[in-house]
């Protein structure tokens, strides 16, 4: 089970994230942006127990199109649990995920 919620820019994703939250976390994204008009976008992946390749992987063209047409940073805290680390350092594209960076 997962949860994923947006508290002014900062978006929160904690518990097992499958490629079913990759929606719910494109909405919050969207709303930060689209509906309240933030620039600098926090992805919190602190408390995540785990995440699948399937959720993290579409998720850097979703960030690399904000960042080059909506001109978007996006700051990303890695989860704190050391088995899911290797999902932030993936380069993917032109942007790398590494922990506490803004893309």
Known sequence: MYDIHRQEEQIFISGA???SGLRRLCQ???QAIEEHCFKDVVLDFTKCDSITEAFMLPLAPIIT??????HIDFTLHEPRNEDQIDFFTIPVGRITLRRNIIL
């Open 17 to 19: 994230i499958y490629s």
């Open 28 to 30: 919050c994204i969207y």
């Open 65 to 70: 199109k904000y960042r080059e047409k909506s």
